[in-house]
């Protein structure tokens, strides 16, 4: 496997000639499919790019909350608005998980924050497009959280163990979301000529949006060959998005909706679903902060860090003095 890896300009990966001794014995846990735990060594990179993942991970658990959130008070019924409730509860859980497990990698969770708000990590560029009405509640359940149980399912099997154990109780509770937003949409299929339409045009916005959130495509990314040696990642993004189509356009039909583009065919020598290219100029636009809801997202987050305060700086106190008196105690 990665034995016979070549390092080339584009992918960065070393051969095992190039690895330490060190280096090498790493590795050899890595292929050998024991899980890399907190105290055990692990190269710089390796650490970096975990961290990297887990926040921006992390991140986009919270800002998901936001466009969902929008709509607990809004919702068509009582029934709605506690499973809306509950689901963002849940993601709120996740990135308390995802906070947890980057932290045994020696970054604060204040720290993943400060980067956020600093512009130096990411979250996932689906949550910058708006939630314009009821139906995008199904679709969001659906398509987002359903493109995301795609790559997270895998994640499962990734090298690093906090991070895998996490990714466990997040996949169960993102089934229910999935489930919980292709009901939605069932409904809205299924009744009057106005529902369907805001069902078919939910579809339709959040298609290509929802296509990007696997990140570049591969030939495009910087990071794939050197995580996947690393079995921090375990599918290309192209893979997973090929999976994701695969699976939907069956889903799409079920529903009696319309296909959200015209270049997704039936390809009987691949055996998969033709698509077309979402346009990565927008999503480059958007990761660099100038999509449709960038700066709304980013306002709420700094002002729940700012409200948030007197809270941390409570419990930090009572920590100190906690530990004050266990000391003169002793």
């Known amino acids: 496997m990665y034995a016979q890896m070549v390092k080339t300009a584009s992918s960065g990966v070393k051969s095992r000639e190039e690895m330490s001794e060190q280096e090498r014995v790493f590795q ?57 409730l509950a689901k963002v509860q849940d993601e709120a859980g996740h990135g308390l998980y995802l906070y947890s497990a980057a932290e045994t990698l020696g970054v604060s969770r204040d720290q993943l924050i400060e980067d956020l708000l600093a512009g130096r ?128 356009v069956q889903q799409i039909e079920y529903l009696g909706l319309e296909l959200p583009e015209p270049g997704i065919k039936w390809n009987d020598e691949t055996g998969e679903y033709d698509y077309s290219d979402p346009d990565w100029s927008e999503f480059f636009n958007v990761i660099k902060g100038n999509g449709p809801g960038n700066v709304d997202r980013m306002k709420a987050r700094r002002a729940a860090w700012d409200d948030g305060e007197w809270v941390r700086d409570g419990l930090m106190a009572h920590a100190r003095k906690k530990a004050a008196a266990k000391v003169a105690a002793e």
């Open 121 to 248: 990590m990411k979250y996932s560029s689906i949550f910058n497009y708006p939630t314009l009405n009821w139906a995008d509640m199904g679709a969001v359940g659906w398509l987002v959280d359903g493109a995301a149980i795609i790559n997270q399912v895998a994640l499962q099997r990734t090298s690093y163990g906090p991070y895998s154990r996490a990714m466990v109780r997040i996949c169960k509770e993102e089934s229910f979301h999935a489930r919980q937003g292709y009901h939605i949409m069932m409904k809205m299929a299924a009744g009057s000529v106005a529902q369907k339409q805001m069902a078919q045009d939910a579809l339709n916005r959040l298609w290509f949006p929802v296509l990007m959130m696997f990140g570049p495509s591969d030939k495009d990314s910087v990071h794939t060959a050197q995580s996947m040696a690393w079995k921090i990642k375990m599918d290309t993004n192209d893979e997973l998005r090929q999976k994701f189509v695969d699976q939907t």
């Open 28 to 84: 050899d846990k890595i292929d050998a499919d024991i899980k890399i735990e907190p105290r055990d060594w692990m190269p710089d990179d390796y650490r970096a790019t975990l961290v990297r993942q887990i926040g921006q991970h992390a991140h986009s658990e919270v800002v998901g909350q936001l466009p969902e959130g929008n709509w607990i008070t809004r919702a068509p019924t009582l029934e709605r608005k506690a499973i809306l």
